[in-house]
């Protein structure tokens, strides 16, 4: 594909699952989005495939407990994967979550790259170290994609990066800088992905 951008002409819901032998056997290239609830990872879907609610938002604390998948331009997929840290899960469900997360991270060969979500306003954490390291030794490719953009100022965008980059040991122009409500990082993140296919 090239540098080029790729335009998004069609997108799909094709399934929800959460065992690894109900994913859709789809052997195209496929894109994981990940991170805390609230991070704005259905926004952020919505806005790379140009639809208002493809991805249901604001969408009750919980709620997500499926894999759901999607298909883009009917040339690759995207796992819209449940969101971390809620408050009211259970131990039990916990652990359901982290069982479906391991088994999709160590199962789903198509998996290409995993953009890892996080409001830029939020401090870096134990949990988001662990979890990119998790993934890593898997050896899946973690993109650290920063949300909500629009709610800093230039100076606090800078800074954002800069802390996340030396917290998590990366370049800070690693840092994809997006934000659903104004288009910012949209083109960057199409661009990553058409060069991935
Ligand atoms: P998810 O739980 O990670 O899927 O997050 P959602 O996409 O449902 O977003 C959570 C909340 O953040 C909602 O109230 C969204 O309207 C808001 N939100 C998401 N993206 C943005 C953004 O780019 N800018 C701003 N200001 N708010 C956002």
């Known amino acids: ?7 998004i002409v069609s997108s799909e819901f ?5 065992k690894s032998d109900s994913y859709p056997k789809t052997g195209k290239a496929e894109f994981a989005f990940f991170g805390r609830s609230n991070a704005g990872k259905s926004s952020l879907i919505n806005t790379l495939v140009n639809r208002k609610s ?3 938002t604001g969408s009750r604390p919980g709620m997500t407990r499926v894999i759901n998948f999607f298909l883009v331009n009917g040339e690759f997929t995207l796992a819209d994967l449940p969101g971390y840290g809620y ?3 259970s ?3 916990n652990e359901a979550f982290d069982r479906m997360l391991a088994e999709y991270a160590s199962n789903r060969s198509e998996l290409k790259t995993l953009f890892f979500l996080m409001d830029m306003r939020r401090e870096p ?3 988001e170290l662990d979890s990119i390291e998790y993934f890593e030794r898997l050896n899946i490719e973690v993109i650290v994609v920063g949300t909500k ?8 965008i800078a800074n954002a990066r800069r802390k996340w980059a030396a917290y998590l040991n990366r ?10 409500s104004k288009n910012t990082g949209r083109d960057e993140l199409l661009k990553l992905i058409g060069e991935r296919l």
């Open 125 to 127: 954490g134990q949990v």
């Open 54 to 56: 493809l991805v249901k």
């Open 87 to 89: 408050a009211q899960r």
């Open 91 to 93: 131990a039990a469900e």
């Open 171 to 180: 370049d800070p122009s690693l840092i994809c800088v997006t934000s659903s």
């Open 149 to 156: 953009a629009d709610k800093l100022s230039k100076n606090e």
């Open 1 to 7: 594909m090239g540098d080029a951008v790729i335009r």
């Open 14 to 18: 094709i399934k929800g699952a959460t």
